[in-house]
């Protein structure tokens, strides 16, 4: 079991604030402002900010406006797009360093996706090594695997491959009581499950230069987060393919998270205008990117950046023709509908774009299959699928294995074209047995009232409740119990010694879409947080974090991972443009 030290330390020298601001280096600059201090120049900016909105007709205050309030200060040292998880802990970060901050928001609220997500957060330091599982023969036999592993498979996390191999070779040999974990191992991890090609044969990126600070740096920036006062459950166990054994999750999931991050901001004095929707960079004549223009209520308005614009506004899963283009799930049209907020419709890398930044993994697009009456969450898809026998495309025939149930991930090795339908949809059948599923029981009866569970006395009532021609469904259903009798699926190969028939009433039907859940791709960024052109130099005045950027995820978004780098490079960010 590794253990992190700490090498954070109040007497940072000030020489510091001008060199980068990464991996390791980035521990010691954290603490290049005294608390007392950092709490006295945030007030002196709060109050700053609060005397010049009295100023200009009292339109705005030190906080979130509506549109209808368009906030009438227009000009700040930082201007961030998007007040998701990364753009309020840029927001946050820069404003308690001293610096004036205006976030604009799309949406009606702040939050963006992680407002919207379980919260799964990753990070790792030495409480949270101490309350690891106890060890066991089974896992010193699960990471005794870490030693079959050839370095010269991890490209640029060779040198990772190489430090946990060493560290599980001391740990194996040791008297430790608890699992292993480290931060090698995540970061190998990490790249060993986003690794791969679209079908179109582009690699996928996952830039270890930009990923590795985020995670050898994420107790620090959890500190921070949790000095809010934010509560978090105890950790617990997490699948250990998706980035080690554990996670936490914030008291109120990912909302409790953005709430707690926009308090931070907001206490700081940085200005949050809602309904302020982005639509183009502004730059000056140097060609800096000086501000952003946004459409507020209907008009126009310029907000200048003395220091930097940082886009924290999310990737594209909203805009179907953006999503329609990527080639990771062939043949899926505009219909696709979306998990994420309507603002992340891919206008931060159109912006970008423009400029000539850089993008990458924009061929990979994660998807999840959602009821098509109503969308709820991972949880309830995954209760309903415990009802399903039968997946069935839009023509009523069976199109893959069916014990999948509902697809998620954005893998090549997941299947490749839901349904064999360009819309994506597809439909789940069942029957009685449905009723008696011990996940879905308590909710069987809610679910037929909301119509998301069709029921029908014969197979074909249920499949044409379902808009399906029952006769062909019917004979779908014929030839599978075919198969469960003769014990194997010769069309895709369906282990069917835990298949049962279907048969007996009531059929049930339920409508399925592939709802697109998570964007890979977007602007590439150095370790410094800065927007790349297509010839590897930094743009100048020009920020990413979060969904917006591309060069992190590789082929799918991980469990857990995510907030590391989203949390890091906004902190990392509003540092830099503070302290610029």
């Known amino acids: 079991m590794s253990r992190i030290e700490s090498s954070a330390s109040g007497s ?18 954290m603490a290049g402002a005294a608390a007392a201090t950092m709490a006295g120049v945030a007030a002196g900016r709060a109050a700053q900010a609060k005397e010049a909105s009295s100023a200009a007709d009292g339109k705005a205050s030190a906080g979130a406006s509506g549109a209808g309030d368009a906030a009438s200060a227009t000009s700040a040292d930082l201007i961030v797009v998007g007040a998701g998880a990364g753009g309020l802990a840029a927001a946050a970060r820069a404003a308690q360093l001293g610096a004036s901050v205006i976030v604009l928001e799309a949406g009606s609220s702040t939050g963006g ?5 379980g919260g799964h957060w990753k990070y790792i330091n030495d409480d949270f090594l101490s309350k690891l599982p106890a060890r066991t023969d089974e896992s010193d036999a699960t990471i005794s695997e870490v030693l079959e592993w050839d370095p010269a498979d991890f490209g640029d996390y060779a040198d990772a491959c190489e430090k946990c191999q060493q560290d599980v070779t001391e740990y194996l040999a040791s008297d430790d009581t608890l699992e292993f974990d480290s931060i090698e191992y995540w970061l190998c991890l990490h790249y060993l499950g986003t690794r791969g090609t679209s079908l179109g044969g582009v690699e996928a990126r996952n830039d270890y230069d930009v990923v590795s600070p985020a995670y050898y740096n994420s107790a ?3 500190e921070w987060v949790l000095s809010s006062g934010l509560e978090v459950s105890d950790p617990q166990p997490d699948n250990r393919g998706d980035g080690g054994p554990l996670s936490v999750e914030p008291v109120g999931q990912g909302f409790g998270l953005i709430q707690a991050l926009e308090g931070m901001a907001t206490d700081a004095g ?4 809602l309904g302020a929707k982005a639509t183009d960079l502004v730059t000056d004549a140097s060609g800096r990117v000086s501000g952003v223009v946004a459409d507020v209520d209907g008009t126009q308005v310029t907000y200048s950046a003395g220091k930097g614009v940082l886009l924290a506004c999310g990737g594209y899963a909203s805009n179907g023709e953006m999503v329609a283009e990527q080639d990771m799930y062939t043949g899926i049209d505009d219909t696709a509908p979306s998990c994420e907020p309507a603002a992340n419709d891919g206008t931060g890398i159109e912006m970008a774009r423009t400029l000539g930044a850089a993008t990458c993994n924009t061929e990979f697009v994660q998807f999840f299959g959602f009821p098509e009456e109503q969308m709820g969450s991972i949880e309830s898809t995954i209760k309903l699928a415990s009802a399903s026998k039968v997946l069935v495309n839009s023509d009523g025939v069976r199109f893959c294995d069916d014990s999948k149930s509902f697809f998620g991930g954005g893998a090549p090795s997941a299947v490749t074209a839901p349904c064999d339908q360009p819309s994506g949809r597809y ?5 009685a047995s449905a009723k008696e599923s011990p996940m879905l029981a308590d909710s069987y009866d809610d679910n037929v009232s909301s119509g998301v569970i069709l029921e029908g006395d014969t197979v074909s009532a249920a499949a044409e409740a379902a808009g399906l021609d029952g006769g062909t469904v019917e004979q779908t259903v014929e030839q599978f119990n075919g198969y469960v009798d003769a014990g194997s699926d010769p069309d895709f190969g369906r282990d069917m010694s835990q298949a049962t028939k279907v048969d007996g009433a009531p059929y049930i039907a339920i409508r399925m879409a592939m709802y697109a859940q998570n964007t890979m791709g ?11 052109s297509e010839d590897d130099q930094p743009i100048a005045g020009l920020y990413a974090a979060g969904e917006v950027t591309g060069n992190f995820d590789g082929i799918c978004r991980r469990h857990g991972d995510n907030f590391a780098q989203i949390l890091y490079y906004g902190y990392l960010v509003g540092t830099e443009v503070a302290q610029a």
Do not use: H, N, W, Y
């Open 12 to 29: 940072a020298a000030s020489s510091e604030t001008a060199g980068r601001l990464t991996r390791r280096t980035f521990v010691a600059r």
């Open 113 to 117: 996706t992680t407002k919207l997500s």
């Open 220 to 222: 620090e920036v959890a």
């Open 270 to 273: 940085a200005q949050i205008v």
């Open 427 to 431: 439909v789940m059948l069942g029957d």
């Open 522 to 532: 977007g602007v590439v960024i150095d370790d410094q947080g800065r927007v790349l």
